[in-house]
């Protein structure tokens, strides 16, 4: 039963080793602090997290966008050259002519093609 009663008590006494004295400077020296490290970690989370992502998500943007026939892309692992444009997706065309429609969503890398490549698609279709 002692075991039960220590510990609360043991809290309680080093509570007031870590109050301060004169409460009310303190305190405002302590929200002024607290202030501080929000704006820094606010700061942090804008430059080193949330800017280069949306700068990312802006490019692949611009690419999915300026897609044309014979540009080969990378969508979820399967990589084909562009045979169709439509809305909302692109028709793919892999090895041995199979062809796969994807959405340009899931496209994660493009390396434009040559006028060479995109005859090559339109001569096999």
């Known amino acids: 039963m002692k ?9 309680l006494s080093s509570a007031s080793l870590f109050a301060a004295e004169g409460g009310a400077p303190a305190s ?6 607290t202030g501080m ?7 942090f989370f804008y ?3 949330w ?11 611009q690419q999915r ?22 809305e909302n997706s692109i028709v793919l065309k892999m090895v041995e002519g199979a062809k796969i429609e994807v ?8 390396q434009p093609g040559t006028e060479e490549d995109a005859k090559k698609v339109e001569v096999t279709e």
């Open 37 to 43: 490290m929000l704006v820094v970690a606010l700061l």
């Open 3 to 11: 075991k039960f009663f220590a510990l609360p008590v043991a809290l």
């Open 65 to 86: 966008s300026a897609l044309k026939k014979g540009d080969r892309v990378t969508a979820m692992g399967i990589v084909g050259s562009v045979a169709r444009i439509n």
């Open 47 to 49: 430059f080193i997290l």
């Open 103 to 110: 959405l340009k969503s899931a496209i994660t890398e493009v």
């Open 28 to 33: 405002s020296g302590n929200m002024m602090q």
């Open 51 to 61: 800017r280069p992502e949306q700068k990312r998500r802006k490019k692949m943007e």
